[in-house]
């Protein structure tokens, strides 16, 4: 199955994604934030990446992250 990270500040979001992801057989990894992201992505090697676009601290922190 797939290898899935998700980027994202919401527990709510990433508890749901999380349970629905792992019980189709997908292993789940979790990012709280946008810092060091591409570090994150090359070291976990994802198959897909789950991300967030907007975080408080930041409002076009995901948008920088997709770039």
Request: no cysteine.
């Amino acid at each position: 199955m797939a290898k899935v990270l998700i980027i994202d500040d919401d527990d709510d979001i990433i508890d749901n994604l999380t349970m629905v992801l792992e019980k189709d057989g997908h292993t789940v990894q979790v990012k709280r934030d946008t810092e060091q992201v591409t570090s994150a992505v090359a070291a976990i090697d994802p198959d897909v990446i789950i991300l967030d676009v907007m975080f408080p601290q930041d409002p076009y922190a995901g948008f920088n992250a997709a770039r």
